[in-house]
């Protein structure tokens, strides 16, 4: 089935054009780049809300699946739906549901059921399509309406979804639709919002739960937030971070009776020690002209030998990246060490890293495999496989799963502008997995 829109024209402009205008206004093109596991994004009227989901969706690296958890406005429906078949149609395009994943966590919840009248014209879930859509093409999504209910229903689901995103092994960013307080001034509803906030912020459904109902917040979507709180934290999350709050009253001027909206997002902030390593390698060495020692006590993969790329990235921009392709040093430990500093220091791009520059620096590093020749590039997949182009004694590497490079035939061009290679000239292709620390 389909499920066409039901508030284009009144939510946001029903002209594709007009609609991808309004979007392109409301996204920071400048913001960094985060892995997020979950986010919390309004859903009104985009001249109202708009602004504060571009700034929270801005903040986030898109991945090709989606959950979107909204509350039942309409009444309608299970009280606890799921669809798990069919497409949702905006002015942007159709975005199909993930019918796979979307029974997986059926399944996986005794309260979750599959029904369709819940969404047919529930608004929260609607709204954030077109930002999606506008950001990734041929993304999939799983839509999930939840009515009012006991704290622990919400946290059964949250489960559910961490554990069906576990099943599948693939990135999944989950969104929780809600706007905040509805219709006070806004001295009142601030005061209220901030409430909420900080029990988001501290991942403690039990006192988002508590607060909403002690302080009477009227807060739509307390349960998809509650769900994704307990889905995200499942799934590693051990941060929330508010990217923006406004209310209704800095678009119309008339604070008396505001709608407020919060842009939140939910993320793993604990550095892998593989990452760790290269930042206190960088770190030392940038301060004090130091090269560290190895861990006393290394990891396992630490004990490998392997090629190893350390990536520095400020404000989401690359600052530095080198590396070898296949192991230097005698262990992976002493590899990033190594690349880390000439990351930071080497890299004929950029100039020497400072010590003023530390704090903003974000790291990662890419453990390779033994690169293995490719007979056809066809089953390569850029988001998987790094690629080696070798001609005349050239060698042109690139890293997989590149912001941006969406094709092996872009793949194997900046690899032969890399090594100043003919792009008419014989070469010969290699490829390679990483497994990625940050």
Not at 334 to 355: M, V
Request: net charge neutral.
């Amino acid at each position: 089935m389909i499920r066409e829109a039901v508030v284009a024209g009144r939510f946001y402009p029903a002209s594709p054009i007009e609609l991808r205008e309004m979007i392109a206004s409301m996204i920071d093109q400048m913001a960094t780049k985060e892995d997020v596991i979950g986010l919390v994004s309004p859903h009104a009227g985009y001249i109202y809300s708009g602004p504060v989901t571009g700034a929270t969706i801005s903040r986030v690296r898109m991945r090709d699946t989606f959950i979107i958890l909204g509350p039942n406005h309409t009444g309608m429906g299970k009280a606890f739906s799921i669809m798990t078949q069919g497409f949702w149609r905006t002015p942007l395009g159709d975005v199909e549901i993930d019918s796979e994943f979307a029974g997986n966590i059926a399944a996986l919840s005794s309260y979750l059921e599959k029904d369709s009248d819940a969404h047919r014209y529930e608004h929260s879930i609607e709204v954030q399509l077109p930002f999606l859509q506008y950001l990734k093409k041929n993304i999939k999504f799983v839509p999930i309406v939840l009515a009012q209910a006991d704290g622990t229903v919400y946290k059964e689901i949250g489960e559910a979804i961490a554990g069906a995103v576990k099943k599948i092994k693939r990135e999944v960013i989950i969104i929780a639709s809600s706007d905040m307080t509805h219709y006070e001034s806004q001295t009142s509803a601030k005061e209220k919002d901030n409430r909420a906030i900080e029990a988001m912020l501290a991942l403690n459904e039990d006192e988002l739960m508590e607060k909403v109902e002690r302080l009477k917040i009227s807060m739509c979507g307390y349960a998809p937030v509650i769900s994704l709180i307990t889905a995200t934290k499942a799934l590693g999350a051990d941060k929330a971070e508010l990217v923006r709050y406004q209310t209704s009253g800095d678009t119309t001027g008339d604070y008396s009776s505001v709608v407020g909206y919060a842009g939140l997002i939910f993320k793993n902030y604990k550095m892998s020690p593989i990452a760790k390593l290269a930042k206190e390698a960088v770190e030392t060495f940038v301060k004090d002209g130091n090269i560290i020692s190895p861990p006393a006590k290394p990891t396992t993969e630490m004990k490998k030998k392997a090629g190893v790329f350390v990536s520095i990235h400020k404000f989401g921009q690359l600052r530095g990246c080198i590396g070898t392709f296949e192991p230097a040093q005698e262990d992976i430990a002493r590899e990033i060490i190594a690349n880390a500093i000439s990351s930071a220091t080497r890299d004929p791009r950029f100039p020497t890293i400072t010590t003023s520059e530390l704090g903003d620096l974000r790291y990662s590093v890419d453990v390779l495999t033994k690169p293995a020749p490719v007979k056809d590039k066809n089953r390569l997949n850029p988001k998987k496989h790094g690629v080696i182009v070798e001609g005349n004694l050239r060698r042109g590497l690139l890293l997989p799963d590149l912001e941006g490079v969406d094709t092996v035939e872009k793949q194997i061009d900046i690899c032969c502008q890399k090594a100043g290679i003919d792009p008419d000239e014989p070469v010969n292709l290699y490829c390679f997995s990483v497994k990625r620390f940050k």
